[in-house]
């Protein structure tokens, strides 16, 4: 069996044009920095519903993220796309020790599959473009899953690893914290009754 060998002549503007074109096809994707990624998640044993209600009104963060001390809304309506909020607190200890904020927008949110996505627009804790999402799953016996998964810039100075396992941590303990948040909102029903 034989083997036909072709060749091709690419006549030299033609290869000096494909290799600029390669030139910029490199550096258009090393303009584009890889995504550094991360999730946690956790079981609330509370039914669906009831979670949704703690975890998707901004007037409820600090119920169940412990280190958010206020959330201001913006600009727009709560639970519609480009509603604004400003939450402040100690999420990330600052060197001043002063409080650390961030300016976030809902990108998404869908009531009926109980999820939302958030983007950091502007803060002082350097996750500026961070998109953060929440998703709710109906987990039986009354249960729920809680989804939490983020991706983050590269942070120069930082390694990836530590900056996951650091957001990694405190997203969970928010996701510790809910069911803690449910209960003290059916006390407070309890009580007025």
């Given at each position: ?96 020790g002063e409080s650390s904020w961030i300016k976030e ?89």
């Open positions: 069996m034989s083997t036909l060998i072709t060749s091709v002549v690419v006549p030299c503007q033609l290869r000096k044009e494909m290799q600029v074109s390669t030139l910029l096809q490199a550096v258009e994707t090393e303009g584009k920095k890889r995504k550094w990624h991360g999730s946690v998640s956790g079981i609330v044993d509370s039914p669906l519903d009831k979670v949704w209600t703690i975890v998707s009104q901004s007037k409820r963060l600090s119920q169940w993220m412990p280190t958010v001390e206020r959330c201001i809304d913006l600009v727009g309506d709560e639970g519609v796309p480009g509603y604004v909020r400003l939450v402040s607190g100690f999420m990330f200890p600052q060197q001043d927008r809902l990108v998404a949110m869908d009531s009926t599959s109980h999820s939302y996505v958030y983007k950091m627009e502007a803060s002082n804790v350097g996750l500026d473009g961070s998109i953060n999402s929440l998703k709710l799953i109906d987990y039986g016996d009354g249960s729920t899953l809680v989804n939490w998964s983020f991706e983050i810039d590269p942070l120069e100075g930082t390694l990836e690893d530590n900056i996951i396992d650091y957001l990694g941590f405190l997203y969970k303990s928010c996701i510790n914290r809910i069911q803690g948040a449910i209960e003290d909102a059916n006390k407070k029903v309890y009580e007025t009754c």
